[in-house]
């Protein structure tokens, strides 16, 4: 008999989610995934001065602010067929990646890892114990018996309290739940260690950024940095120190805690290999570019059609025509009409908004369904991680070898990179995703104090507008996957925008042929122990990192009721 279950809102997440899964036999059986929230950024800026996009366009959230204001000068200066100074890619660069470390190590510690760890589990464990298996793991400074100890006292007194703090409504105690005692209070521990960490790469978004969150430090043609040695109103050597100080304390605990941890976690649930694949074509584009056209990258982007690595096809330039010809979104299952009935490619994407309620079969999602040359496709660190390695890149294939070693010894079994296409994989990815960008990182502050050591000093070139139509689009790699803004100009005004973001692509509804998304192909044949207490189904969610554009979040005051769930 089957049993549908309703989780509204999703949380632990950025915006408004709702999840509902049919239960036959203690599995998923089908899936819908309805983003519920509505904003009409596109029609906010419609006649607007294209200089002027990135600014509003960030505002879509108040998580993924960097990556739109990029991806939004990108676009117009794609539009003008701009180049762009060194220095400035190289600063823009630097907050990209900033921005990634910061949000891999929040999303794996502050909002997924608590589907995994049992937190009042660690009450019960031996910090001795702890810290003797953590320190024959990596030679993190804060993994000693005395910060163990202290960490399960700081616990108990939670407990203790009545309260659980930062810790309530977990899901403790539930059969899914496996991590031995010690690794629990080891998670714990450095799931309050991350909190500290994670500000530091803040620390850079803000020295180069000017503010964070919403950066202010970006134009179209470059950025606002005037470079000097010497003056300490601008961004000079002394601050450029502090932000390689900052790389380094970053470096060391990617490496030596969140790296090892995923392996930790991944080896004892070694059965949610075979959870959560779902679609298996993986989209990424390159980024980091390196030269002043965007035509040489750090890092690869393509598509690999099925998980078949051979059959991978690269994307090489912003002016890529394979990239920008096989992008079309479709709305047969989303709430919004189209002028005429079949999916249209950004460039002439409509934004019109038609509420229906939720029907299942009908219109169910405020989110439009993306394709690939007509196919659904996953992007992310897991499709990051994957075109990265069928492009032969080295420091990816580096940090999987060793991610997927310290799973094998850790699980005494040979874990290979099959494992990788699953839940508990796309978490491997992202730790593995972010080992390969805080290396770069320091690339990247090597490179932009090395080109001011040559005397280079530009960061800006005039965006010049001609009469007529031009049209662009911009991409970035973004730390939940490819997101595109695509806008149409004419004479300097804006005439069309649309943005298809990670989670359009990850959370949409069913396509024009009634295919899933990746989020409803990838909890077919999830297990679910409990309707009433459906922690599985959040696991695989939670590792796609979700984000719905939205900033804001509802709350029904009367009734304090901030979540439901609902089984019949």
Known sequence: MSKRVTIDPITRIEGHLRI????????????????????GVELILLGRDARDAW?????????????????????????????IPLNAQYIRNLII???????????FYHLSALDWVDVTSALKADPDKTAQLAESLSSWKLNGRHEMKAVKERLAGFVGGGQLGIFTNGYWGHPAMKLPPEINLLAVAHYLQALDVQRKANKIVS??????????????????????????????????????????????????????????????YADWTKYGAGVTNYLSVPDLPQDTKGTKFLLPGGYVPGGNLAAYKPITSFNDEFWGKGVEESVKHSWYDYSEEKPLHPYKGETKPNYTD???????????????????????PLARVVNMLAAGHEPTKKYATLALDTVSALAKTKVGLDAMHSTIGRHAA?????????DMLADQWQALVGNIAKGDVAT???????KGEQMGVGFH????GVLSHWVVIADGKIKNYQCVVPSTWNACPRNEKDEPGPYEASLLGNPVADAELPLEVLRTVHSFDPCIACAIHATDVENASTIRIKAS
């Not at 790699?477 to 939940?480: H, K, S, T």
């Open 20 to 39: 509902d899964v049919d239960v036959e036999g203690g599995k998923v059986s089908r899936a819908w995934s309805s983003g519920q929230m509505w904003r």
């Open 55 to 83: 600014t509003v366009t960030q505002r879509i959230c108040g998580v993924c602010t960097t990556v739109h204001a990029i991806a939004s000068v990108r676009a117009v200066e794609n539009a003008l067929q701009m180049e």
């Open 97 to 107: 990646l900033a921005h990634a470390v910061h949000d891999h190590i929040v999303h």
């Open 207 to 268: 020295i180069l950024g000017s503010k964070t969150p919403h950066i202010q430090n970006l134009a179209v043609g470059g950025v606002s940095n005037p470079i000097s040695t010497d003056s300490q109103s601008v961004l000079t050597v002394e601050r450029l120190l502090a932000v390689k100080g900052w790389i380094d304390e970053l470096a060391d605990f990617v490496k030596n805690v969140y790296l090892i941890d995923v392996a930790a976690v991944g080896a004892h």
């Open 358 to 380: 939720f029907q299942d079969n009908g219109k169910y999602s405020w989110l439009k369904s993306p394709t690939f040359y007509g196919k659904p496709a996953q992007v992310g």
């Open 430 to 438: 992202r730790a593995i995703s972010c080992a390969v960008q805080v």
């Open 460 to 466: 800006f070139n005039k965006p010049e507008f001609p």
């Open 477 to 480: 790699e973004a730390p939940r």
